[in-house]
Structure formats: C-alpha cells, structure tokens
C-alpha cells in the first residue's frame, strides 16, 4: 500500500504501538493524525489538566515523529469528518487504529467501519489499550465477570502479548496541511495548576525506569502504596490514561524483575500487577454494562435518595475547595486541585465522604474528578466513583463508611500530608489532627468546623440504604 492513516487516541507514543507499527509495516507513507475535539468552554467530564498535559504530550509526540522522519498532522472536529476529510486528500488505502475502551470512542470506530465500506477503504483496528480485550474473558457460563477476584484470577492465567518494536522510521507525506499543535485557548480554558507532572513519552519512560529501578517505589509497593507521601506508587496512571506507556511493557518488564527476587519482592510486583488489571476489570464493566455511566451497576441500589450538587451548591463547594473541616478530605481535595492528581487512598476518602457522610450522588463527584484528574478515565473513575458509593461491581458493601478521623491516624499518623497541603493546620499536632472534633469547633483560628458530624450523617446513610432495601425498589434513575 502507498499511504496509510494512523489516528492517534490515547495512545501517545512511538515504543509498541500496536496501530502504529500494523500501519508502518502496511504502507510506504503514514499520515499520523491526532483530531482535536471541538467543544469549547464547558464540559461535563474534561478540565484544564487534562488538557494542559495532552497539549504538552502532543508537542512531545509532533517532536518523536519528526525524528524518525514522520510528521504530526493536527486536525480538528468529528473524527470521522477529518478522516474522511484527510484519506480524500492523501488517497490513502486504510485508516490504523487501536480501539477504545469508552462506548464514546466505540461509536466513532462504529462510523468509521462504515466509512471504509462506503469508501472502499481498509479500517484497521486493533487492541492496545490493555492487556486483555474487553471481551476476551468470560465466566464458565460465557457471562462477563461482575466480581474483581474471579476476574483476576482467570486473567493472571492468560498468557499477555509480547511487547512490539518501536517504530524508527516512518515517511509521512509533504504538504498535508495541519493546524498547529494546540494549546488550552483551542478550548478556551485557562490554566489552572503549574504543577502538572511532566507529560510526553520520554518522561514517561524515565518514571518507568525510576519505578523498578533498584530502589524503585516497586521494591516495598505492598506496603508503601498506603503511605501518602513520597514516591509510594508508580504515578503512571496519566501515562496510562494517554498511552504514554505500552501497558505491555510495564507488565513485562514487571515479570522480568520479579524473575530475579525473591518471594518477598516478588509479593510487590505480583500486588502490582493486580492493581494494574483493576483497570482491564474497569474496561470490561464499561464495554458489558455501559448503563454505569448514568446509573448505578449495582439494581438494588437504583434510585436511592441521594442529594444533588445544584441543590445544594453550598456544601458541594466545600467540597471542591478542601473547605470541609476535616483535615484529610481537605488536603486530598487541595492536592487534587493543585496538582491534578490525587493518591488513591485519598480519592477512596475523598469519595466516600461526599457520597456517606453528604449523601451526594457519586456522579456528581464523579465528574468533578473528571475535570480536575490529568488521569481522569472514563472507566477507572466511574468504578472507584460506584465503589465507594456502594452502588458499583464488586464495590465497598454500603455499610462500609469510612471514618475520615480514623483514616488520617492510621494513613497520615504525623500529619505530614495534611500539613502540606492545608498549610493553616501548620501548628496543629498530630493528635489534635486525627481527634474527632465536634461541629463548631476550630483547629485553627483560620480553617472552618467541621461542616458535619460524622457519626451522626454515617447513621442517616445506613438508614438510608436500609429503607430503601426494604422498600424494593430498584427503578433505573431518569436522565
Ligand atoms: C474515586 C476514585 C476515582 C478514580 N479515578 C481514576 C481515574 O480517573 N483514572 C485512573 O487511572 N485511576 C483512577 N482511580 C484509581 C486509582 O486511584 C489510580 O489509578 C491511582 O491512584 C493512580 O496512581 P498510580 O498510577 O501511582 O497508581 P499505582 O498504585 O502505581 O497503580 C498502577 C496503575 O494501576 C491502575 N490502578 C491502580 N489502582 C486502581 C484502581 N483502584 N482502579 C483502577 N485502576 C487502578 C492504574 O492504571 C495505575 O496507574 C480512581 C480511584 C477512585 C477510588
């Protein structure tokens, strides 16, 4: 074939690029494309993190192809508009792609198989985004798992494709026009942290390095991940999220090492490798039961009582703002702000707060993380959101309501966390942090009471739950 179109998604890189390399070894020239979404303003699910970091990855992308000869072509608007825009002008004979895990995605590769029909040319998709296809596991009775465990366990089972070549030459065709590569005011957002982490492939590829080095966080990640402070964990999720790493070469590089530890180290990379295959857990709830993006998963928690964030813009901006009183959501939530990331105990905090201690519906919080994480995932999110809401698969039972006081001691016993990021709680010691305080009392002269008290709304939420088992009603919720 003389020319070939790779769209680049959430796939970023150069190093095994399932797509990209089906598209190299197929064509003479490849017209490497990223599309530009066209919204502007607004949006439920994306935020300036996001897409500070895309912009910043797209700029390391656009220089990674240069050096191998090739050339990124920027458009903008409905993908399957612009592909069938460029594959005219280019006359190319296929379009490469790797598939997405969001039905979102799954409804433009649904177009362009029908463009490729229409005009007569090949539309190549492949699986890239995990380690397993999103239906390539089934239970013995050919049913989509709902439940992590069995899950794992026929997924550690499987044998994992090996990890492709990195493509080194690629010839993309002179005179394709492109708009040029973008920044935030394409969507005209504003900045709003100077602390994102460091987007593009090679930076990527170092955090890799870094993570299973000889004293890599790898090394005592079984117990470290808890620790709030300090690299604990392998903060690849954005890398994840943008396919700045091939979630191959992280698995396989994770089995080399472990081949050469002994059982203890070989406990952390195995409890790492199951972390990494809750997010092929989360892909495949999304592609079985896409309802989870408007409802619960769960039918018996359907239409539960929940408080509304436009009903009650007040205490939801508390929440936002790490106003709430209590020192741990807090400092999640101002970290969470600040820096477009948040640890995982954190959001598992973060979250259940909103949603057991104010009784807020999880989507609320959800897309408010959407729009703040620079890994924000359509399918890791909606799952941790239903885990702690208790309305998710395999989520926390709904009598799981985690006390934020107790969660502080037994996660921030110094009060390192805290003190970093709600800088008003300075002089407060340690004791005084994780001390359940009654509402109206202040820690500090300048940081709010306690907007609520928690045992008191952890009894309304049990009771909330209970009635509405009781009641038996599971009616999907209304859009
Ligand atoms: C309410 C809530 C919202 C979340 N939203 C997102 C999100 O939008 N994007 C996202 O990538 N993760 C999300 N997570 C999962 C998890 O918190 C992050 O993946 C993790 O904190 C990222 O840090 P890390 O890369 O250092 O993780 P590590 O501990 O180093 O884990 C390695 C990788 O494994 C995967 N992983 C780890 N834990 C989970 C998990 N519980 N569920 C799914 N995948 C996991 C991630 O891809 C992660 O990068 C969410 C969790 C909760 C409770």
């Known amino acids: 074939m003389n020319t070939a179109i790779h769209w680049f998604r959430r796939d970023l890189r150069l190093s095994d690029n399932t797509a990209l390399n089906a598209a190299a070894g197929a064509a003479e020239q490849v017209v490497t494309v990223y599309v530009l979404s066209d919204w502007q303003g607004q949006h439920r699910w994306v935020g300036p993190n996001r897409q500070d970091f895309l912009c910043a990855c797209l700029q390391a992308l656009s220089k990674n192809l240069e050096a191998v000869g090739g050339r990124l072509i920027i458009r903008c608007g409905p993908a399957e508009r612009e592909l069938e825009k460029l594959a005219a002008e280019t006359r190319a004979g296929a379009i490469f792609f790797n598939r997405d895990p969001d039905p979102f995605g799954r409804a433009v ?115 470290g991940r808890t620790e709030l402070t300090g690299p604990t964990t392998s903060r690849f999720s954005q890398d994840l999220r943008w396919g700045l790493l091939s979630v191959r070469e992280i698995y396989h590089r994770c089995r080399d090492l472990a081949a050469s530890l002994d059982d203890a180290g070989r406990e952390n990379v195995e409890k790492f490798i199951s972390e990494i295959a809750w997010r092929d857990f989360y892909f495949q709830i999304l592609h ?93 999110n909606n799952g941790g959101w239903q885990w702690s809401a208790g309305t998710g698969a395999d989520a926390a039972p709904y009598f799981r309501v985690q006390n934020p006081w107790t969660q502080s001691e037994r996660f921030d016993p110094n009060g390192d966390y805290i003190r970093e990021w709600v800088p008003e709680l300075r002089d407060v010691p340690p004791g005084r942090l994780h001390a359940p305080l009654a509402k109206g009392l202040r820690l500090a002269k300048d940081y709010p009471p306690p907007m609520l008290d928690h045992s008191a709304e952890r009894d309304a939420t049990l009771a909330m739950f209970k009635a509405h088992r009781a009641s038996g009603k599971t009616e999907p919720r209304v859009e």
């Open 288 to 380: 079985h039961f896409p309802h989870v993006l408007h409802d619960d998963f769960s039918p018996a928690t359907r239409g539960l009582p929940w408080r509304q964030a436009a009903d009650r813009p007040k205490e939801f901006a508390r929440w936002c703002e790490g106003t709430t009183g209590f020192p741990i959501v807090d400092a999640g939530m101002r970290q969470l702000s600040a820096t477009g990331y948040m640890h995982n105990r954190l959001r598992m905090i973060t979250a259940m707060f909103l949603t057991k201690d104010l009784r807020f519906y999880w989507r609320d919080g959800e897309s408010f993380f959407m729009r703040k994480l620079v890994c924000g995932d359509i399918g890791n």
């Open 109 to 223: 590769e649904d177009k362009l198989v029908a463009l490729g029909g229409r005009l007569g040319i090949t539309v190549s998709a492949h699986d890239d985004v995990a380690l397993h296809a999103r239906d390539e596991l089934l239970s013995g009775s050919r049913e989509p798992y709902r439940v992590y465990s069995p899950y794992y366990k026929a997924w550690a089972k499987l044998p994992k494709a090996a990890v492709g070549p990195r493509v080194k030459h690629l010839r993309t065709p002179p005179d394709i026009g492109s708009l040029p590569l973008p920044d935030l005011s394409h969507w005209k957002l504003q900045s709003e942290s100077t602390r994102i982490i460091e987007a593009g492939e090679r930076a990527a590829r170092q955090r890799l390095t870094g993570f299973i080095a000889a004293h890599g966080a790898i090394r005592r990640y079984a117990k």
